[in-house]
């Protein structure tokens, strides 16, 4: 579950890492009182979507006189931001963040997340903040500082000495003292909030040698949020997908994509197989959608009811291989599907495993249209057939 900005603040400054002063709003006229209750000029509006590049989308504009903040804000609310991680089609901007404007003497890079190669989580660190960490990482891998930090002992103090000694010109003791500091209550927030992500950038060494978290990007893992009720209360749903919100409500592993060929699969292998399946075939994924093995009736017409909302969709393929979930189930489903939905789209169903036999029973003496693939290859030619030509 991605935080928007002010709500990873909130949670940062609970763990004792100092955030600039600030005020969430949703008018030109409340940007206004904030800006007139916060220290400066500078004012500092920050639109709060959940995507990165905010910046070159023009969604973080710098006022120096409450007036100016008032109309940033208003040239942001209610329009689509586009940033490059966000697709051409932006996302809607319904809260922009006033705070106040800091004095900048150097801008740092910190994180923590878990590296799959060492099982272990990983404190990233550089001295190119306010950057995109991948471009620093390709252009001056050297730069970008990695310590990982064992489970078993947690955060020790060397962790943090290890990182900030590198720093060239290093800072003076006081200011090391607090970034050590900032270091070891973002490794605490990491852990104790069940973080997938928690990022720093740029972490700001201030012109008096404060530290200060000027944005903050963090991810709950969604495994997790049974346990952490206070980040689970923060979830915005206007951010998500209306698809993959609907799905979620049924308790189906959905991710919408920008592809044309719908997909329906039991196992997430299985589900990037059928991907790879319909790349292969000339066609782009619509979606991935994993029933898994205990999906019901109902659930399997919920999941054919989400893929036919999608307008891109030219075509569907069921790709179920049964074992837990029985192929008869699956047929069913998907009849149920079809008579709540017209299905004006082709449809490729490809059956193995238990009960195999009765569910291409169920189908065949359906009214249903629809294309039998007898194995994977047979259904990348039927899948080939149906695709636009460009």
């Given at each position: 579950?991605?935080?928007?900005?002010?709500?990873?603040?909130?949670?940062?400054?609970?763990?004792?890492?100092?955030?600039?002063?600030?005020?969430?709003?949703?008018?030109?006229?409340?940007?206004?009182?904030?800006?007139?209750?916060?220290?400066?000029?500078?004012?500092?509006?920050?639109?709060?979507?959940?995507?990165?590049?905010?910046?070159?989308?023009?969604?973080?504009?710098?006022?120096?006189?409450?007036?100016?903040?008032?109309?940033?804000?208003?040239?942001?609310?209610?329009?689509?931001?586009?940033?490059?991680?966000?697709?051409?089609?932006?996302?809607?901007?319904?809260?922009?963040?006033?705070?106040?404007?800091?004095?900048?003497?150097?801008?740092?890079?910190?994180?923590?997340?878990?590296?799959?190669?060492?099982?272990?989580?990983?404190?990233?660190?550089?001295?190119?903040?306010?950057?995109?960490?991948?471009?620093?990482?390709?252009?001056?891998?050297?730069?970008?500082?990695?310590?990982?930090?064992?489970?078993?002992?947690?955060?020790?103090?060397?962790?943090?000495?290890?990182?900030?000694?590198?720093?060239?010109?290093?800072?003076?003791?006081?200011?090391?003292?607090?970034?050590?500091?900032?270091?070891?209550?973002?490794?605490?927030?990491?852990?104790?909030?069940?973080?997938?992500?928690?990022?720093?950038?740029?972490?700001?060494?201030?012109?008096?040698?404060?530290?200060?978290?000027?944005?903050?990007?963090?991810?709950?893992?969604?495994?997790?949020?049974?346990?952490?009720?206070?980040?689970?209360?923060?979830?915005?749903?206007?951010?998500?997908?209306?698809l993959e919100l609907k799905a979620g409500a049924s308790n189906l592993n959905y991710i919408r994509l920008d592809g044309n060929i719908g997909a329906m699969v039991n196992g997430a292998g299985l589900a990037m197989a059928t991907m790879d399946v319909i790349k292969m075939a000339g066609a782009e994924p619509a979606n991935f959608l994993d029933v898994g093995g205990g999906a019901s009736e109902e659930m399997i017409t919920r999941g054919f009811e989400i893929i036919l909302e999608d307008p891109k969709v030219e075509a569907i393929l069921i790709n179920i291989f049964g074992g837990i979930l029985r192929c008869d189930v699956l047929a069913r489903g998907v009849l149920a599907a079809a008579e709540k939905t017209a299905i004006g789209v082709p449809l490729?169903?490809?059956?193995?495993?238990?009960?195999?036999?009765?569910?291409?029973?169920?189908?065949?003496?359906?009214?249903?249209?629809?294309?039998?693939?007898?194995?994977?290859?047979?259904?990348?030619?039927?899948?080939?057939?149906?695709?636009?030509?460009?």
């Amino acid at each position: 579950m991605k935080l928007h900005e002010h709500q990873a603040k909130t949670l940062l400054r609970s763990f004792d890492i100092p955030v600039p002063e600030g005020r969430l709003v949703e008018t030109g006229e409340d940007a206004l009182a904030a800006a007139r209750e916060l220290q400066g000029p500078p004012w500092v509006v920050k639109a709060q979507v959940h995507a990165g590049g905010r910046g070159k989308g023009g969604g973080v504009r710098v006022a120096q006189s409450p007036e100016e903040a008032a109309e940033a804000a208003r040239s942001i609310l209610g329009r689509p931001l586009v940033t490059p991680q966000t697709g051409p089609e932006g996302k809607p901007v319904h809260s922009v963040l006033v705070e106040e404007g800091v004095e900048i003497a150097r801008e740092l890079y910190l994180a923590m997340v878990v590296d799959r190669e060492s099982a272990l989580p990983v404190m990233i660190f550089s001295q190119d903040g306010g950057m995109e960490i991948e471009e620093v990482a390709a252009r001056s891998p050297e730069r970008v500082l990695k310590q990982p930090i064992s489970p078993e002992t947690g955060w020790m103090p060397f962790c943090g000495r290890n990182l900030v000694f590198r720093l060239d010109p290093l800072p003076p003791p006081e200011t090391l003292k607090v970034l050590t500091a900032a270091m070891a209550g973002l490794y605490r927030a990491f852990v104790e909030l069940d973080c997938s992500l928690a990022e720093i950038n740029p972490l700001v060494v201030t012109t008096s040698g404060g530290v200060l978290a000027v944005d903050a990007k963090m991810n709950i893992d969604d495994n997790a949020l049974f346990r952490q009720k206070r980040a689970a209360a923060m979830d915005d749903p206007s951010e998500k997908d209306p698809l993959e919100l609907k799905a979620g409500a049924s308790n189906l592993n959905y991710i919408r994509l920008d592809g044309n060929i719908g997909a329906m699969v039991n196992g997430a292998g299985l589900a990037m197989a059928t991907m790879d399946v319909i790349k292969m075939a000339g066609a782009e994924p619509a979606n991935f959608l994993d029933v898994g093995g205990g999906a019901s009736e109902e659930m399997i017409t919920r999941g054919f009811e989400i893929i036919l909302e999608d307008p891109k969709v030219e075509a569907i393929l069921i790709n179920i291989f049964g074992g837990i979930l029985r192929c008869d189930v699956l047929a069913r489903g998907v009849l149920a599907a079809a008579e709540k939905t017209a299905i004006g789209v082709p449809l490729i169903v490809r059956l193995e495993g238990t009960n195999v036999e009765e569910g291409r029973r169920i189908l065949e003496s359906s009214s249903l249209a629809f294309l039998v693939a007898r194995d994977i290859s047979e259904a990348a030619a039927l899948v080939t057939r149906q695709v636009s030509p460009s």
